[in-house]
């Protein structure tokens, strides 16, 4: 059983439409909860993280964290073209910044 | 503020050479972690190094090794390179502060190619 799991995609949304990225962890020990965005060919980038049980707003952004089911998902509101990236969930067991990556899920935003 | 730089930004060795790759990480920053990631997957970590020491380390063989500097800069070297060790190598900096981290500042990562 993989670490972390993500859908690969691709996920596929019209511009303006709410694109929903799902991610599941293995490790019931896991305290803290990344996504990260991946343009082809570049390095990824930190777009939130999340601690707490619930949801965690930044702008078009939302992270929700569900501990009970290991469920991990990211909300981009109102898509942009220039949100098509690959998305990495990324998950943190222990207090030494060492995290565990899921294979990303790939969207397409369509204009 | 400078962001984590890598150097070389591109590299291809032959089977059987070995490399080394180079980081600095983001002004700040005490920890250098290192992470593989092949095409069309996810980062894999390879080992993460704090005050000049290997902290922790992934399901890498002793083929990789790597080292910091006292100036926080880190080295990853690979030895009889193989074909699948053909991947992007990232390099993320981070402040190690007690009982929370914040995530990584990544670099723009070294991809190898091995032939």
């Known amino acids: 059983q993989k670490e972390v799991e993500q859908n690969s995609g691709p996920l596929s949304v019209p511009e303006g439409a709410i694109a929903s990225l799902n991610c599941t962890y293995s490790?019931?020990?896991?305290?803290?909860f990344f996504w990260y965005r991946q343009y082809s060919g570049k390095s990824p980038e930190l777009i939130m993280f999340?601690?707490?049980?619930g949801d965690k707003e930044d702008g078009r952004f939302t992270a929700q964290l569900n501990k009970a089911s290991q469920y991990v998902s990211l909300l981009i509101r109102d898509s942009q073209p220039s949100d098509s990236a690959t998305y990495l969930c990324?998950?943190?067991?222990?207090?030494?910044?060492?995290?565990?990556f899921g294979s990303g899920t790939k969207l397409n935003v369509k204009p | 503020d400078a962001g984590v730089t890598q150097s070389p930004t591109h590299l291809i060795k032959t089977r059987g050479q070995q490399v080394t790759l180079r980081c600095s990480p983001k002004?700040?920053?005490?920890?250098v972690s290192w992470y593989q990631q092949a095409l069309g997957q996810g980062p894999q970590f390879i080992f993460q190094?704090?005050?000049?020491?290997?902290?922790q380390r992934g399901n890498f063989p002793d083929r990789f090794s790597g080292h910091q500097f006292p100036n926080y800069s880190s080295e990853l070297n690979v030895n009889a390179l193989l074909l699948g060790d053909s991947a992007l190598y990232l390099c993320?900096?981070?402040?190690?502060?007690?009982?929370?981290?914040?995530?990584?500042?990544f670099g723009s990562g070294t991809r190898l190619t091995v032939v």
């Open positions: 993320a900096s981070s402040l190690s502060q007690g009982d929370r981290n914040y995530g990584y500042t």
């Open positions: 490790d019931r020990g896991s305290q803290s």
């Open positions: 999340i601690y707490s049980n």
């Open positions: 990324a998950v943190n067991r222990d207090n030494f910044n060492k995290f565990y």
């Open positions: 002004s700040g920053h005490d920890t």
């Open positions: 190094y704090y005050e000049e020491e290997e902290r």
